[in-house]
């Protein structure tokens, strides 16, 4: 079937015409119609923009013409906080419900120049703040593998749609763990970039100095086609890294012999589950066959890492979220009284609860008298988490952990809590706070649910990432696996 | 360790611009302890000498020369105005500013 189809695959089966562009975009689109109720993956399906690029690939393709872009003809779904000219994008918010931004985000563009043809745009936790999607505006996602489980988040929809075979790729944004939870939880892969190596211009913004577009696929090799048609420096964003982006496809069969791989058992094994533990174990018995070896590391200032996002990042979002006003853009309560009520009704009625805890939270942390105490001193912290995992990448290549400490929660479980939610990226915002490179892929299965592993590397080294994700996944099938109902 | 009052809560939320029910307040009393309650952590932490992390990468921020790049003509204007709650004479509307409001 089409939709089982690799990236490369895909390529090849466009290019020697086995199928037409239209005939890929249209049995996609097909798929995404029927199963939109059942997941809720999708808030905005772009089917007549998507069918005319796709005639316009096959008119190319027909010509053999040498001006063919690198990924002609692939589909491709965005999370719904990638500006996007010409389609809504609502960050799953009230306050952008009607929002059709008027240009594309770099990431976006770039991808379009490469050929990819979108499908639509993706559901996902309001603003990018939950780790289930069950934030979000719109109602959540459902997770393919159970749809009484939550996809994980907050790039929820984009997930869902790739654990069902919706869309061969999609993109999401990783902020503490956002693409690489949901990956866990649907059985896919996902991969955060270095900060810096992809532009944030266009994404709404959440937390700047955390925020960073990522990847979900079936499998590591279809990341390593996709990422060289988005990374690299643009000079609309202004934290965005000057660096070689390679072909990542070029790499992925370096032998794992000899490599370094840091684990930190004592870390993890208080809060994981005992399958996941079990799990971790035969994973980390692959890599061994694979020539890799285990050393013992430690991160000392891991257990910090949640309570510094937990500062940091909700600062930073009290800052990026104070433009939704209701003045020049985005909802506007009924009949403001004046400027004051304006502001007030328009933000108080257009943001959800999670939303507005975290606004709450940063305003206090960066509030005079507090923020010595709070948002200097996380700072501080950060700088030694940084530090820590500094010395680690001294030891060892790349750092082995569970992506996710349980499999995907139900439905409803945890809203009584929210707190209880943020403890599912416990392995995840470690990696964000240094600005580190991190891949989840899918290692087996506990009651029918996925179970991820997670491998982090030092700056910059995706290829590393690809080349040990896609060892591991050639020697393992747990990446082929799809959800009978969506098969 | 710091617990929040419900007149903290008040002043918070007035510098954040958001308002709420007597019942609003008090969850988000609630849910804001809890959120301290686990952010504590970092207190005791010893950071003597330390300098704040403030990005990933040691870089200073770009600058770029103070000159207009984005000619926008009134085509794109107006497509960037069809955004807006309310527009008269391509001016972005609001509620009276000038008027006795605290």
Known sequence: MLHNKTIAQLIHGLRSKEFSSFELTKHYLQRIETFKNDLNSFITITEADALTQAKRFDNLLAKNSEKIPALAGIPIAYKDNFCTHGAKTTCSSKMLESFVAPYDATVVARLKKAGCIMLGKTNMDEFAMGSSGENSYFGPAKNPWNLSKVPGGSSSGSASAVAARLTPIALGTDTGGSVRQPAAFCGISGLKPTYGLVSRFGIAAFASSFDQAGIFASSAEDIAYILPGMAGFDEKDSTSVSTVIPDYTKTLNRSLKGLKVGISRDFWSEKCSEEILKLIEEAIKELQKLGAVMVDISIPTANLALPVYYVIAPAECSSNLARYDGVRYGYRCSEPKNLADLYIRSRSEGFGAEVKRRIMIGTYVLSAGYYDAYYLQAQKVRRLIKNDFSAAFNKVDVILSPTSPTVAFSLHEKELDPVSMYFSDIYTVPVNLAGLAGISVPIGFSKGLPIGMQLVGNYFSEALLLNVAHQYQKVTEWHTKVPAQFN | ?102
Not at chain 2, 9 to 32: C, M, P, R, V, W
Not at chain 2, 35 to 40: G, S, T, V
């Open chain 2, 1 to 102: 360790m710091s617990s929040l009052d419900l007149q903290a809560i008040e002043k918070i939320a007035k510098l954040s611009q958001l308002s709420f029910t007597k019942e609003g307040l008090a969850n988000y009393q609630h849910d804001l302890n809890e959120m301290l309650e686990m952010i504590e952590a970092i207190k005791n932490v010893d950071t003597q000498n330390i300098e704040p992390l403030t990005s990933p990468h040691s870089m200073s921020l770009r600058t770029r020369h103070d000159v207009v790049t984005e000619i926008v003509d009134e085509a794109q204007q107006g497509a960037l105005q069809k955004l807006a709650p309310e527009i008269e004479s391509k001016l972005f509307l609001v509620t009276k500013v000038i008027d006795d409001h605290n």
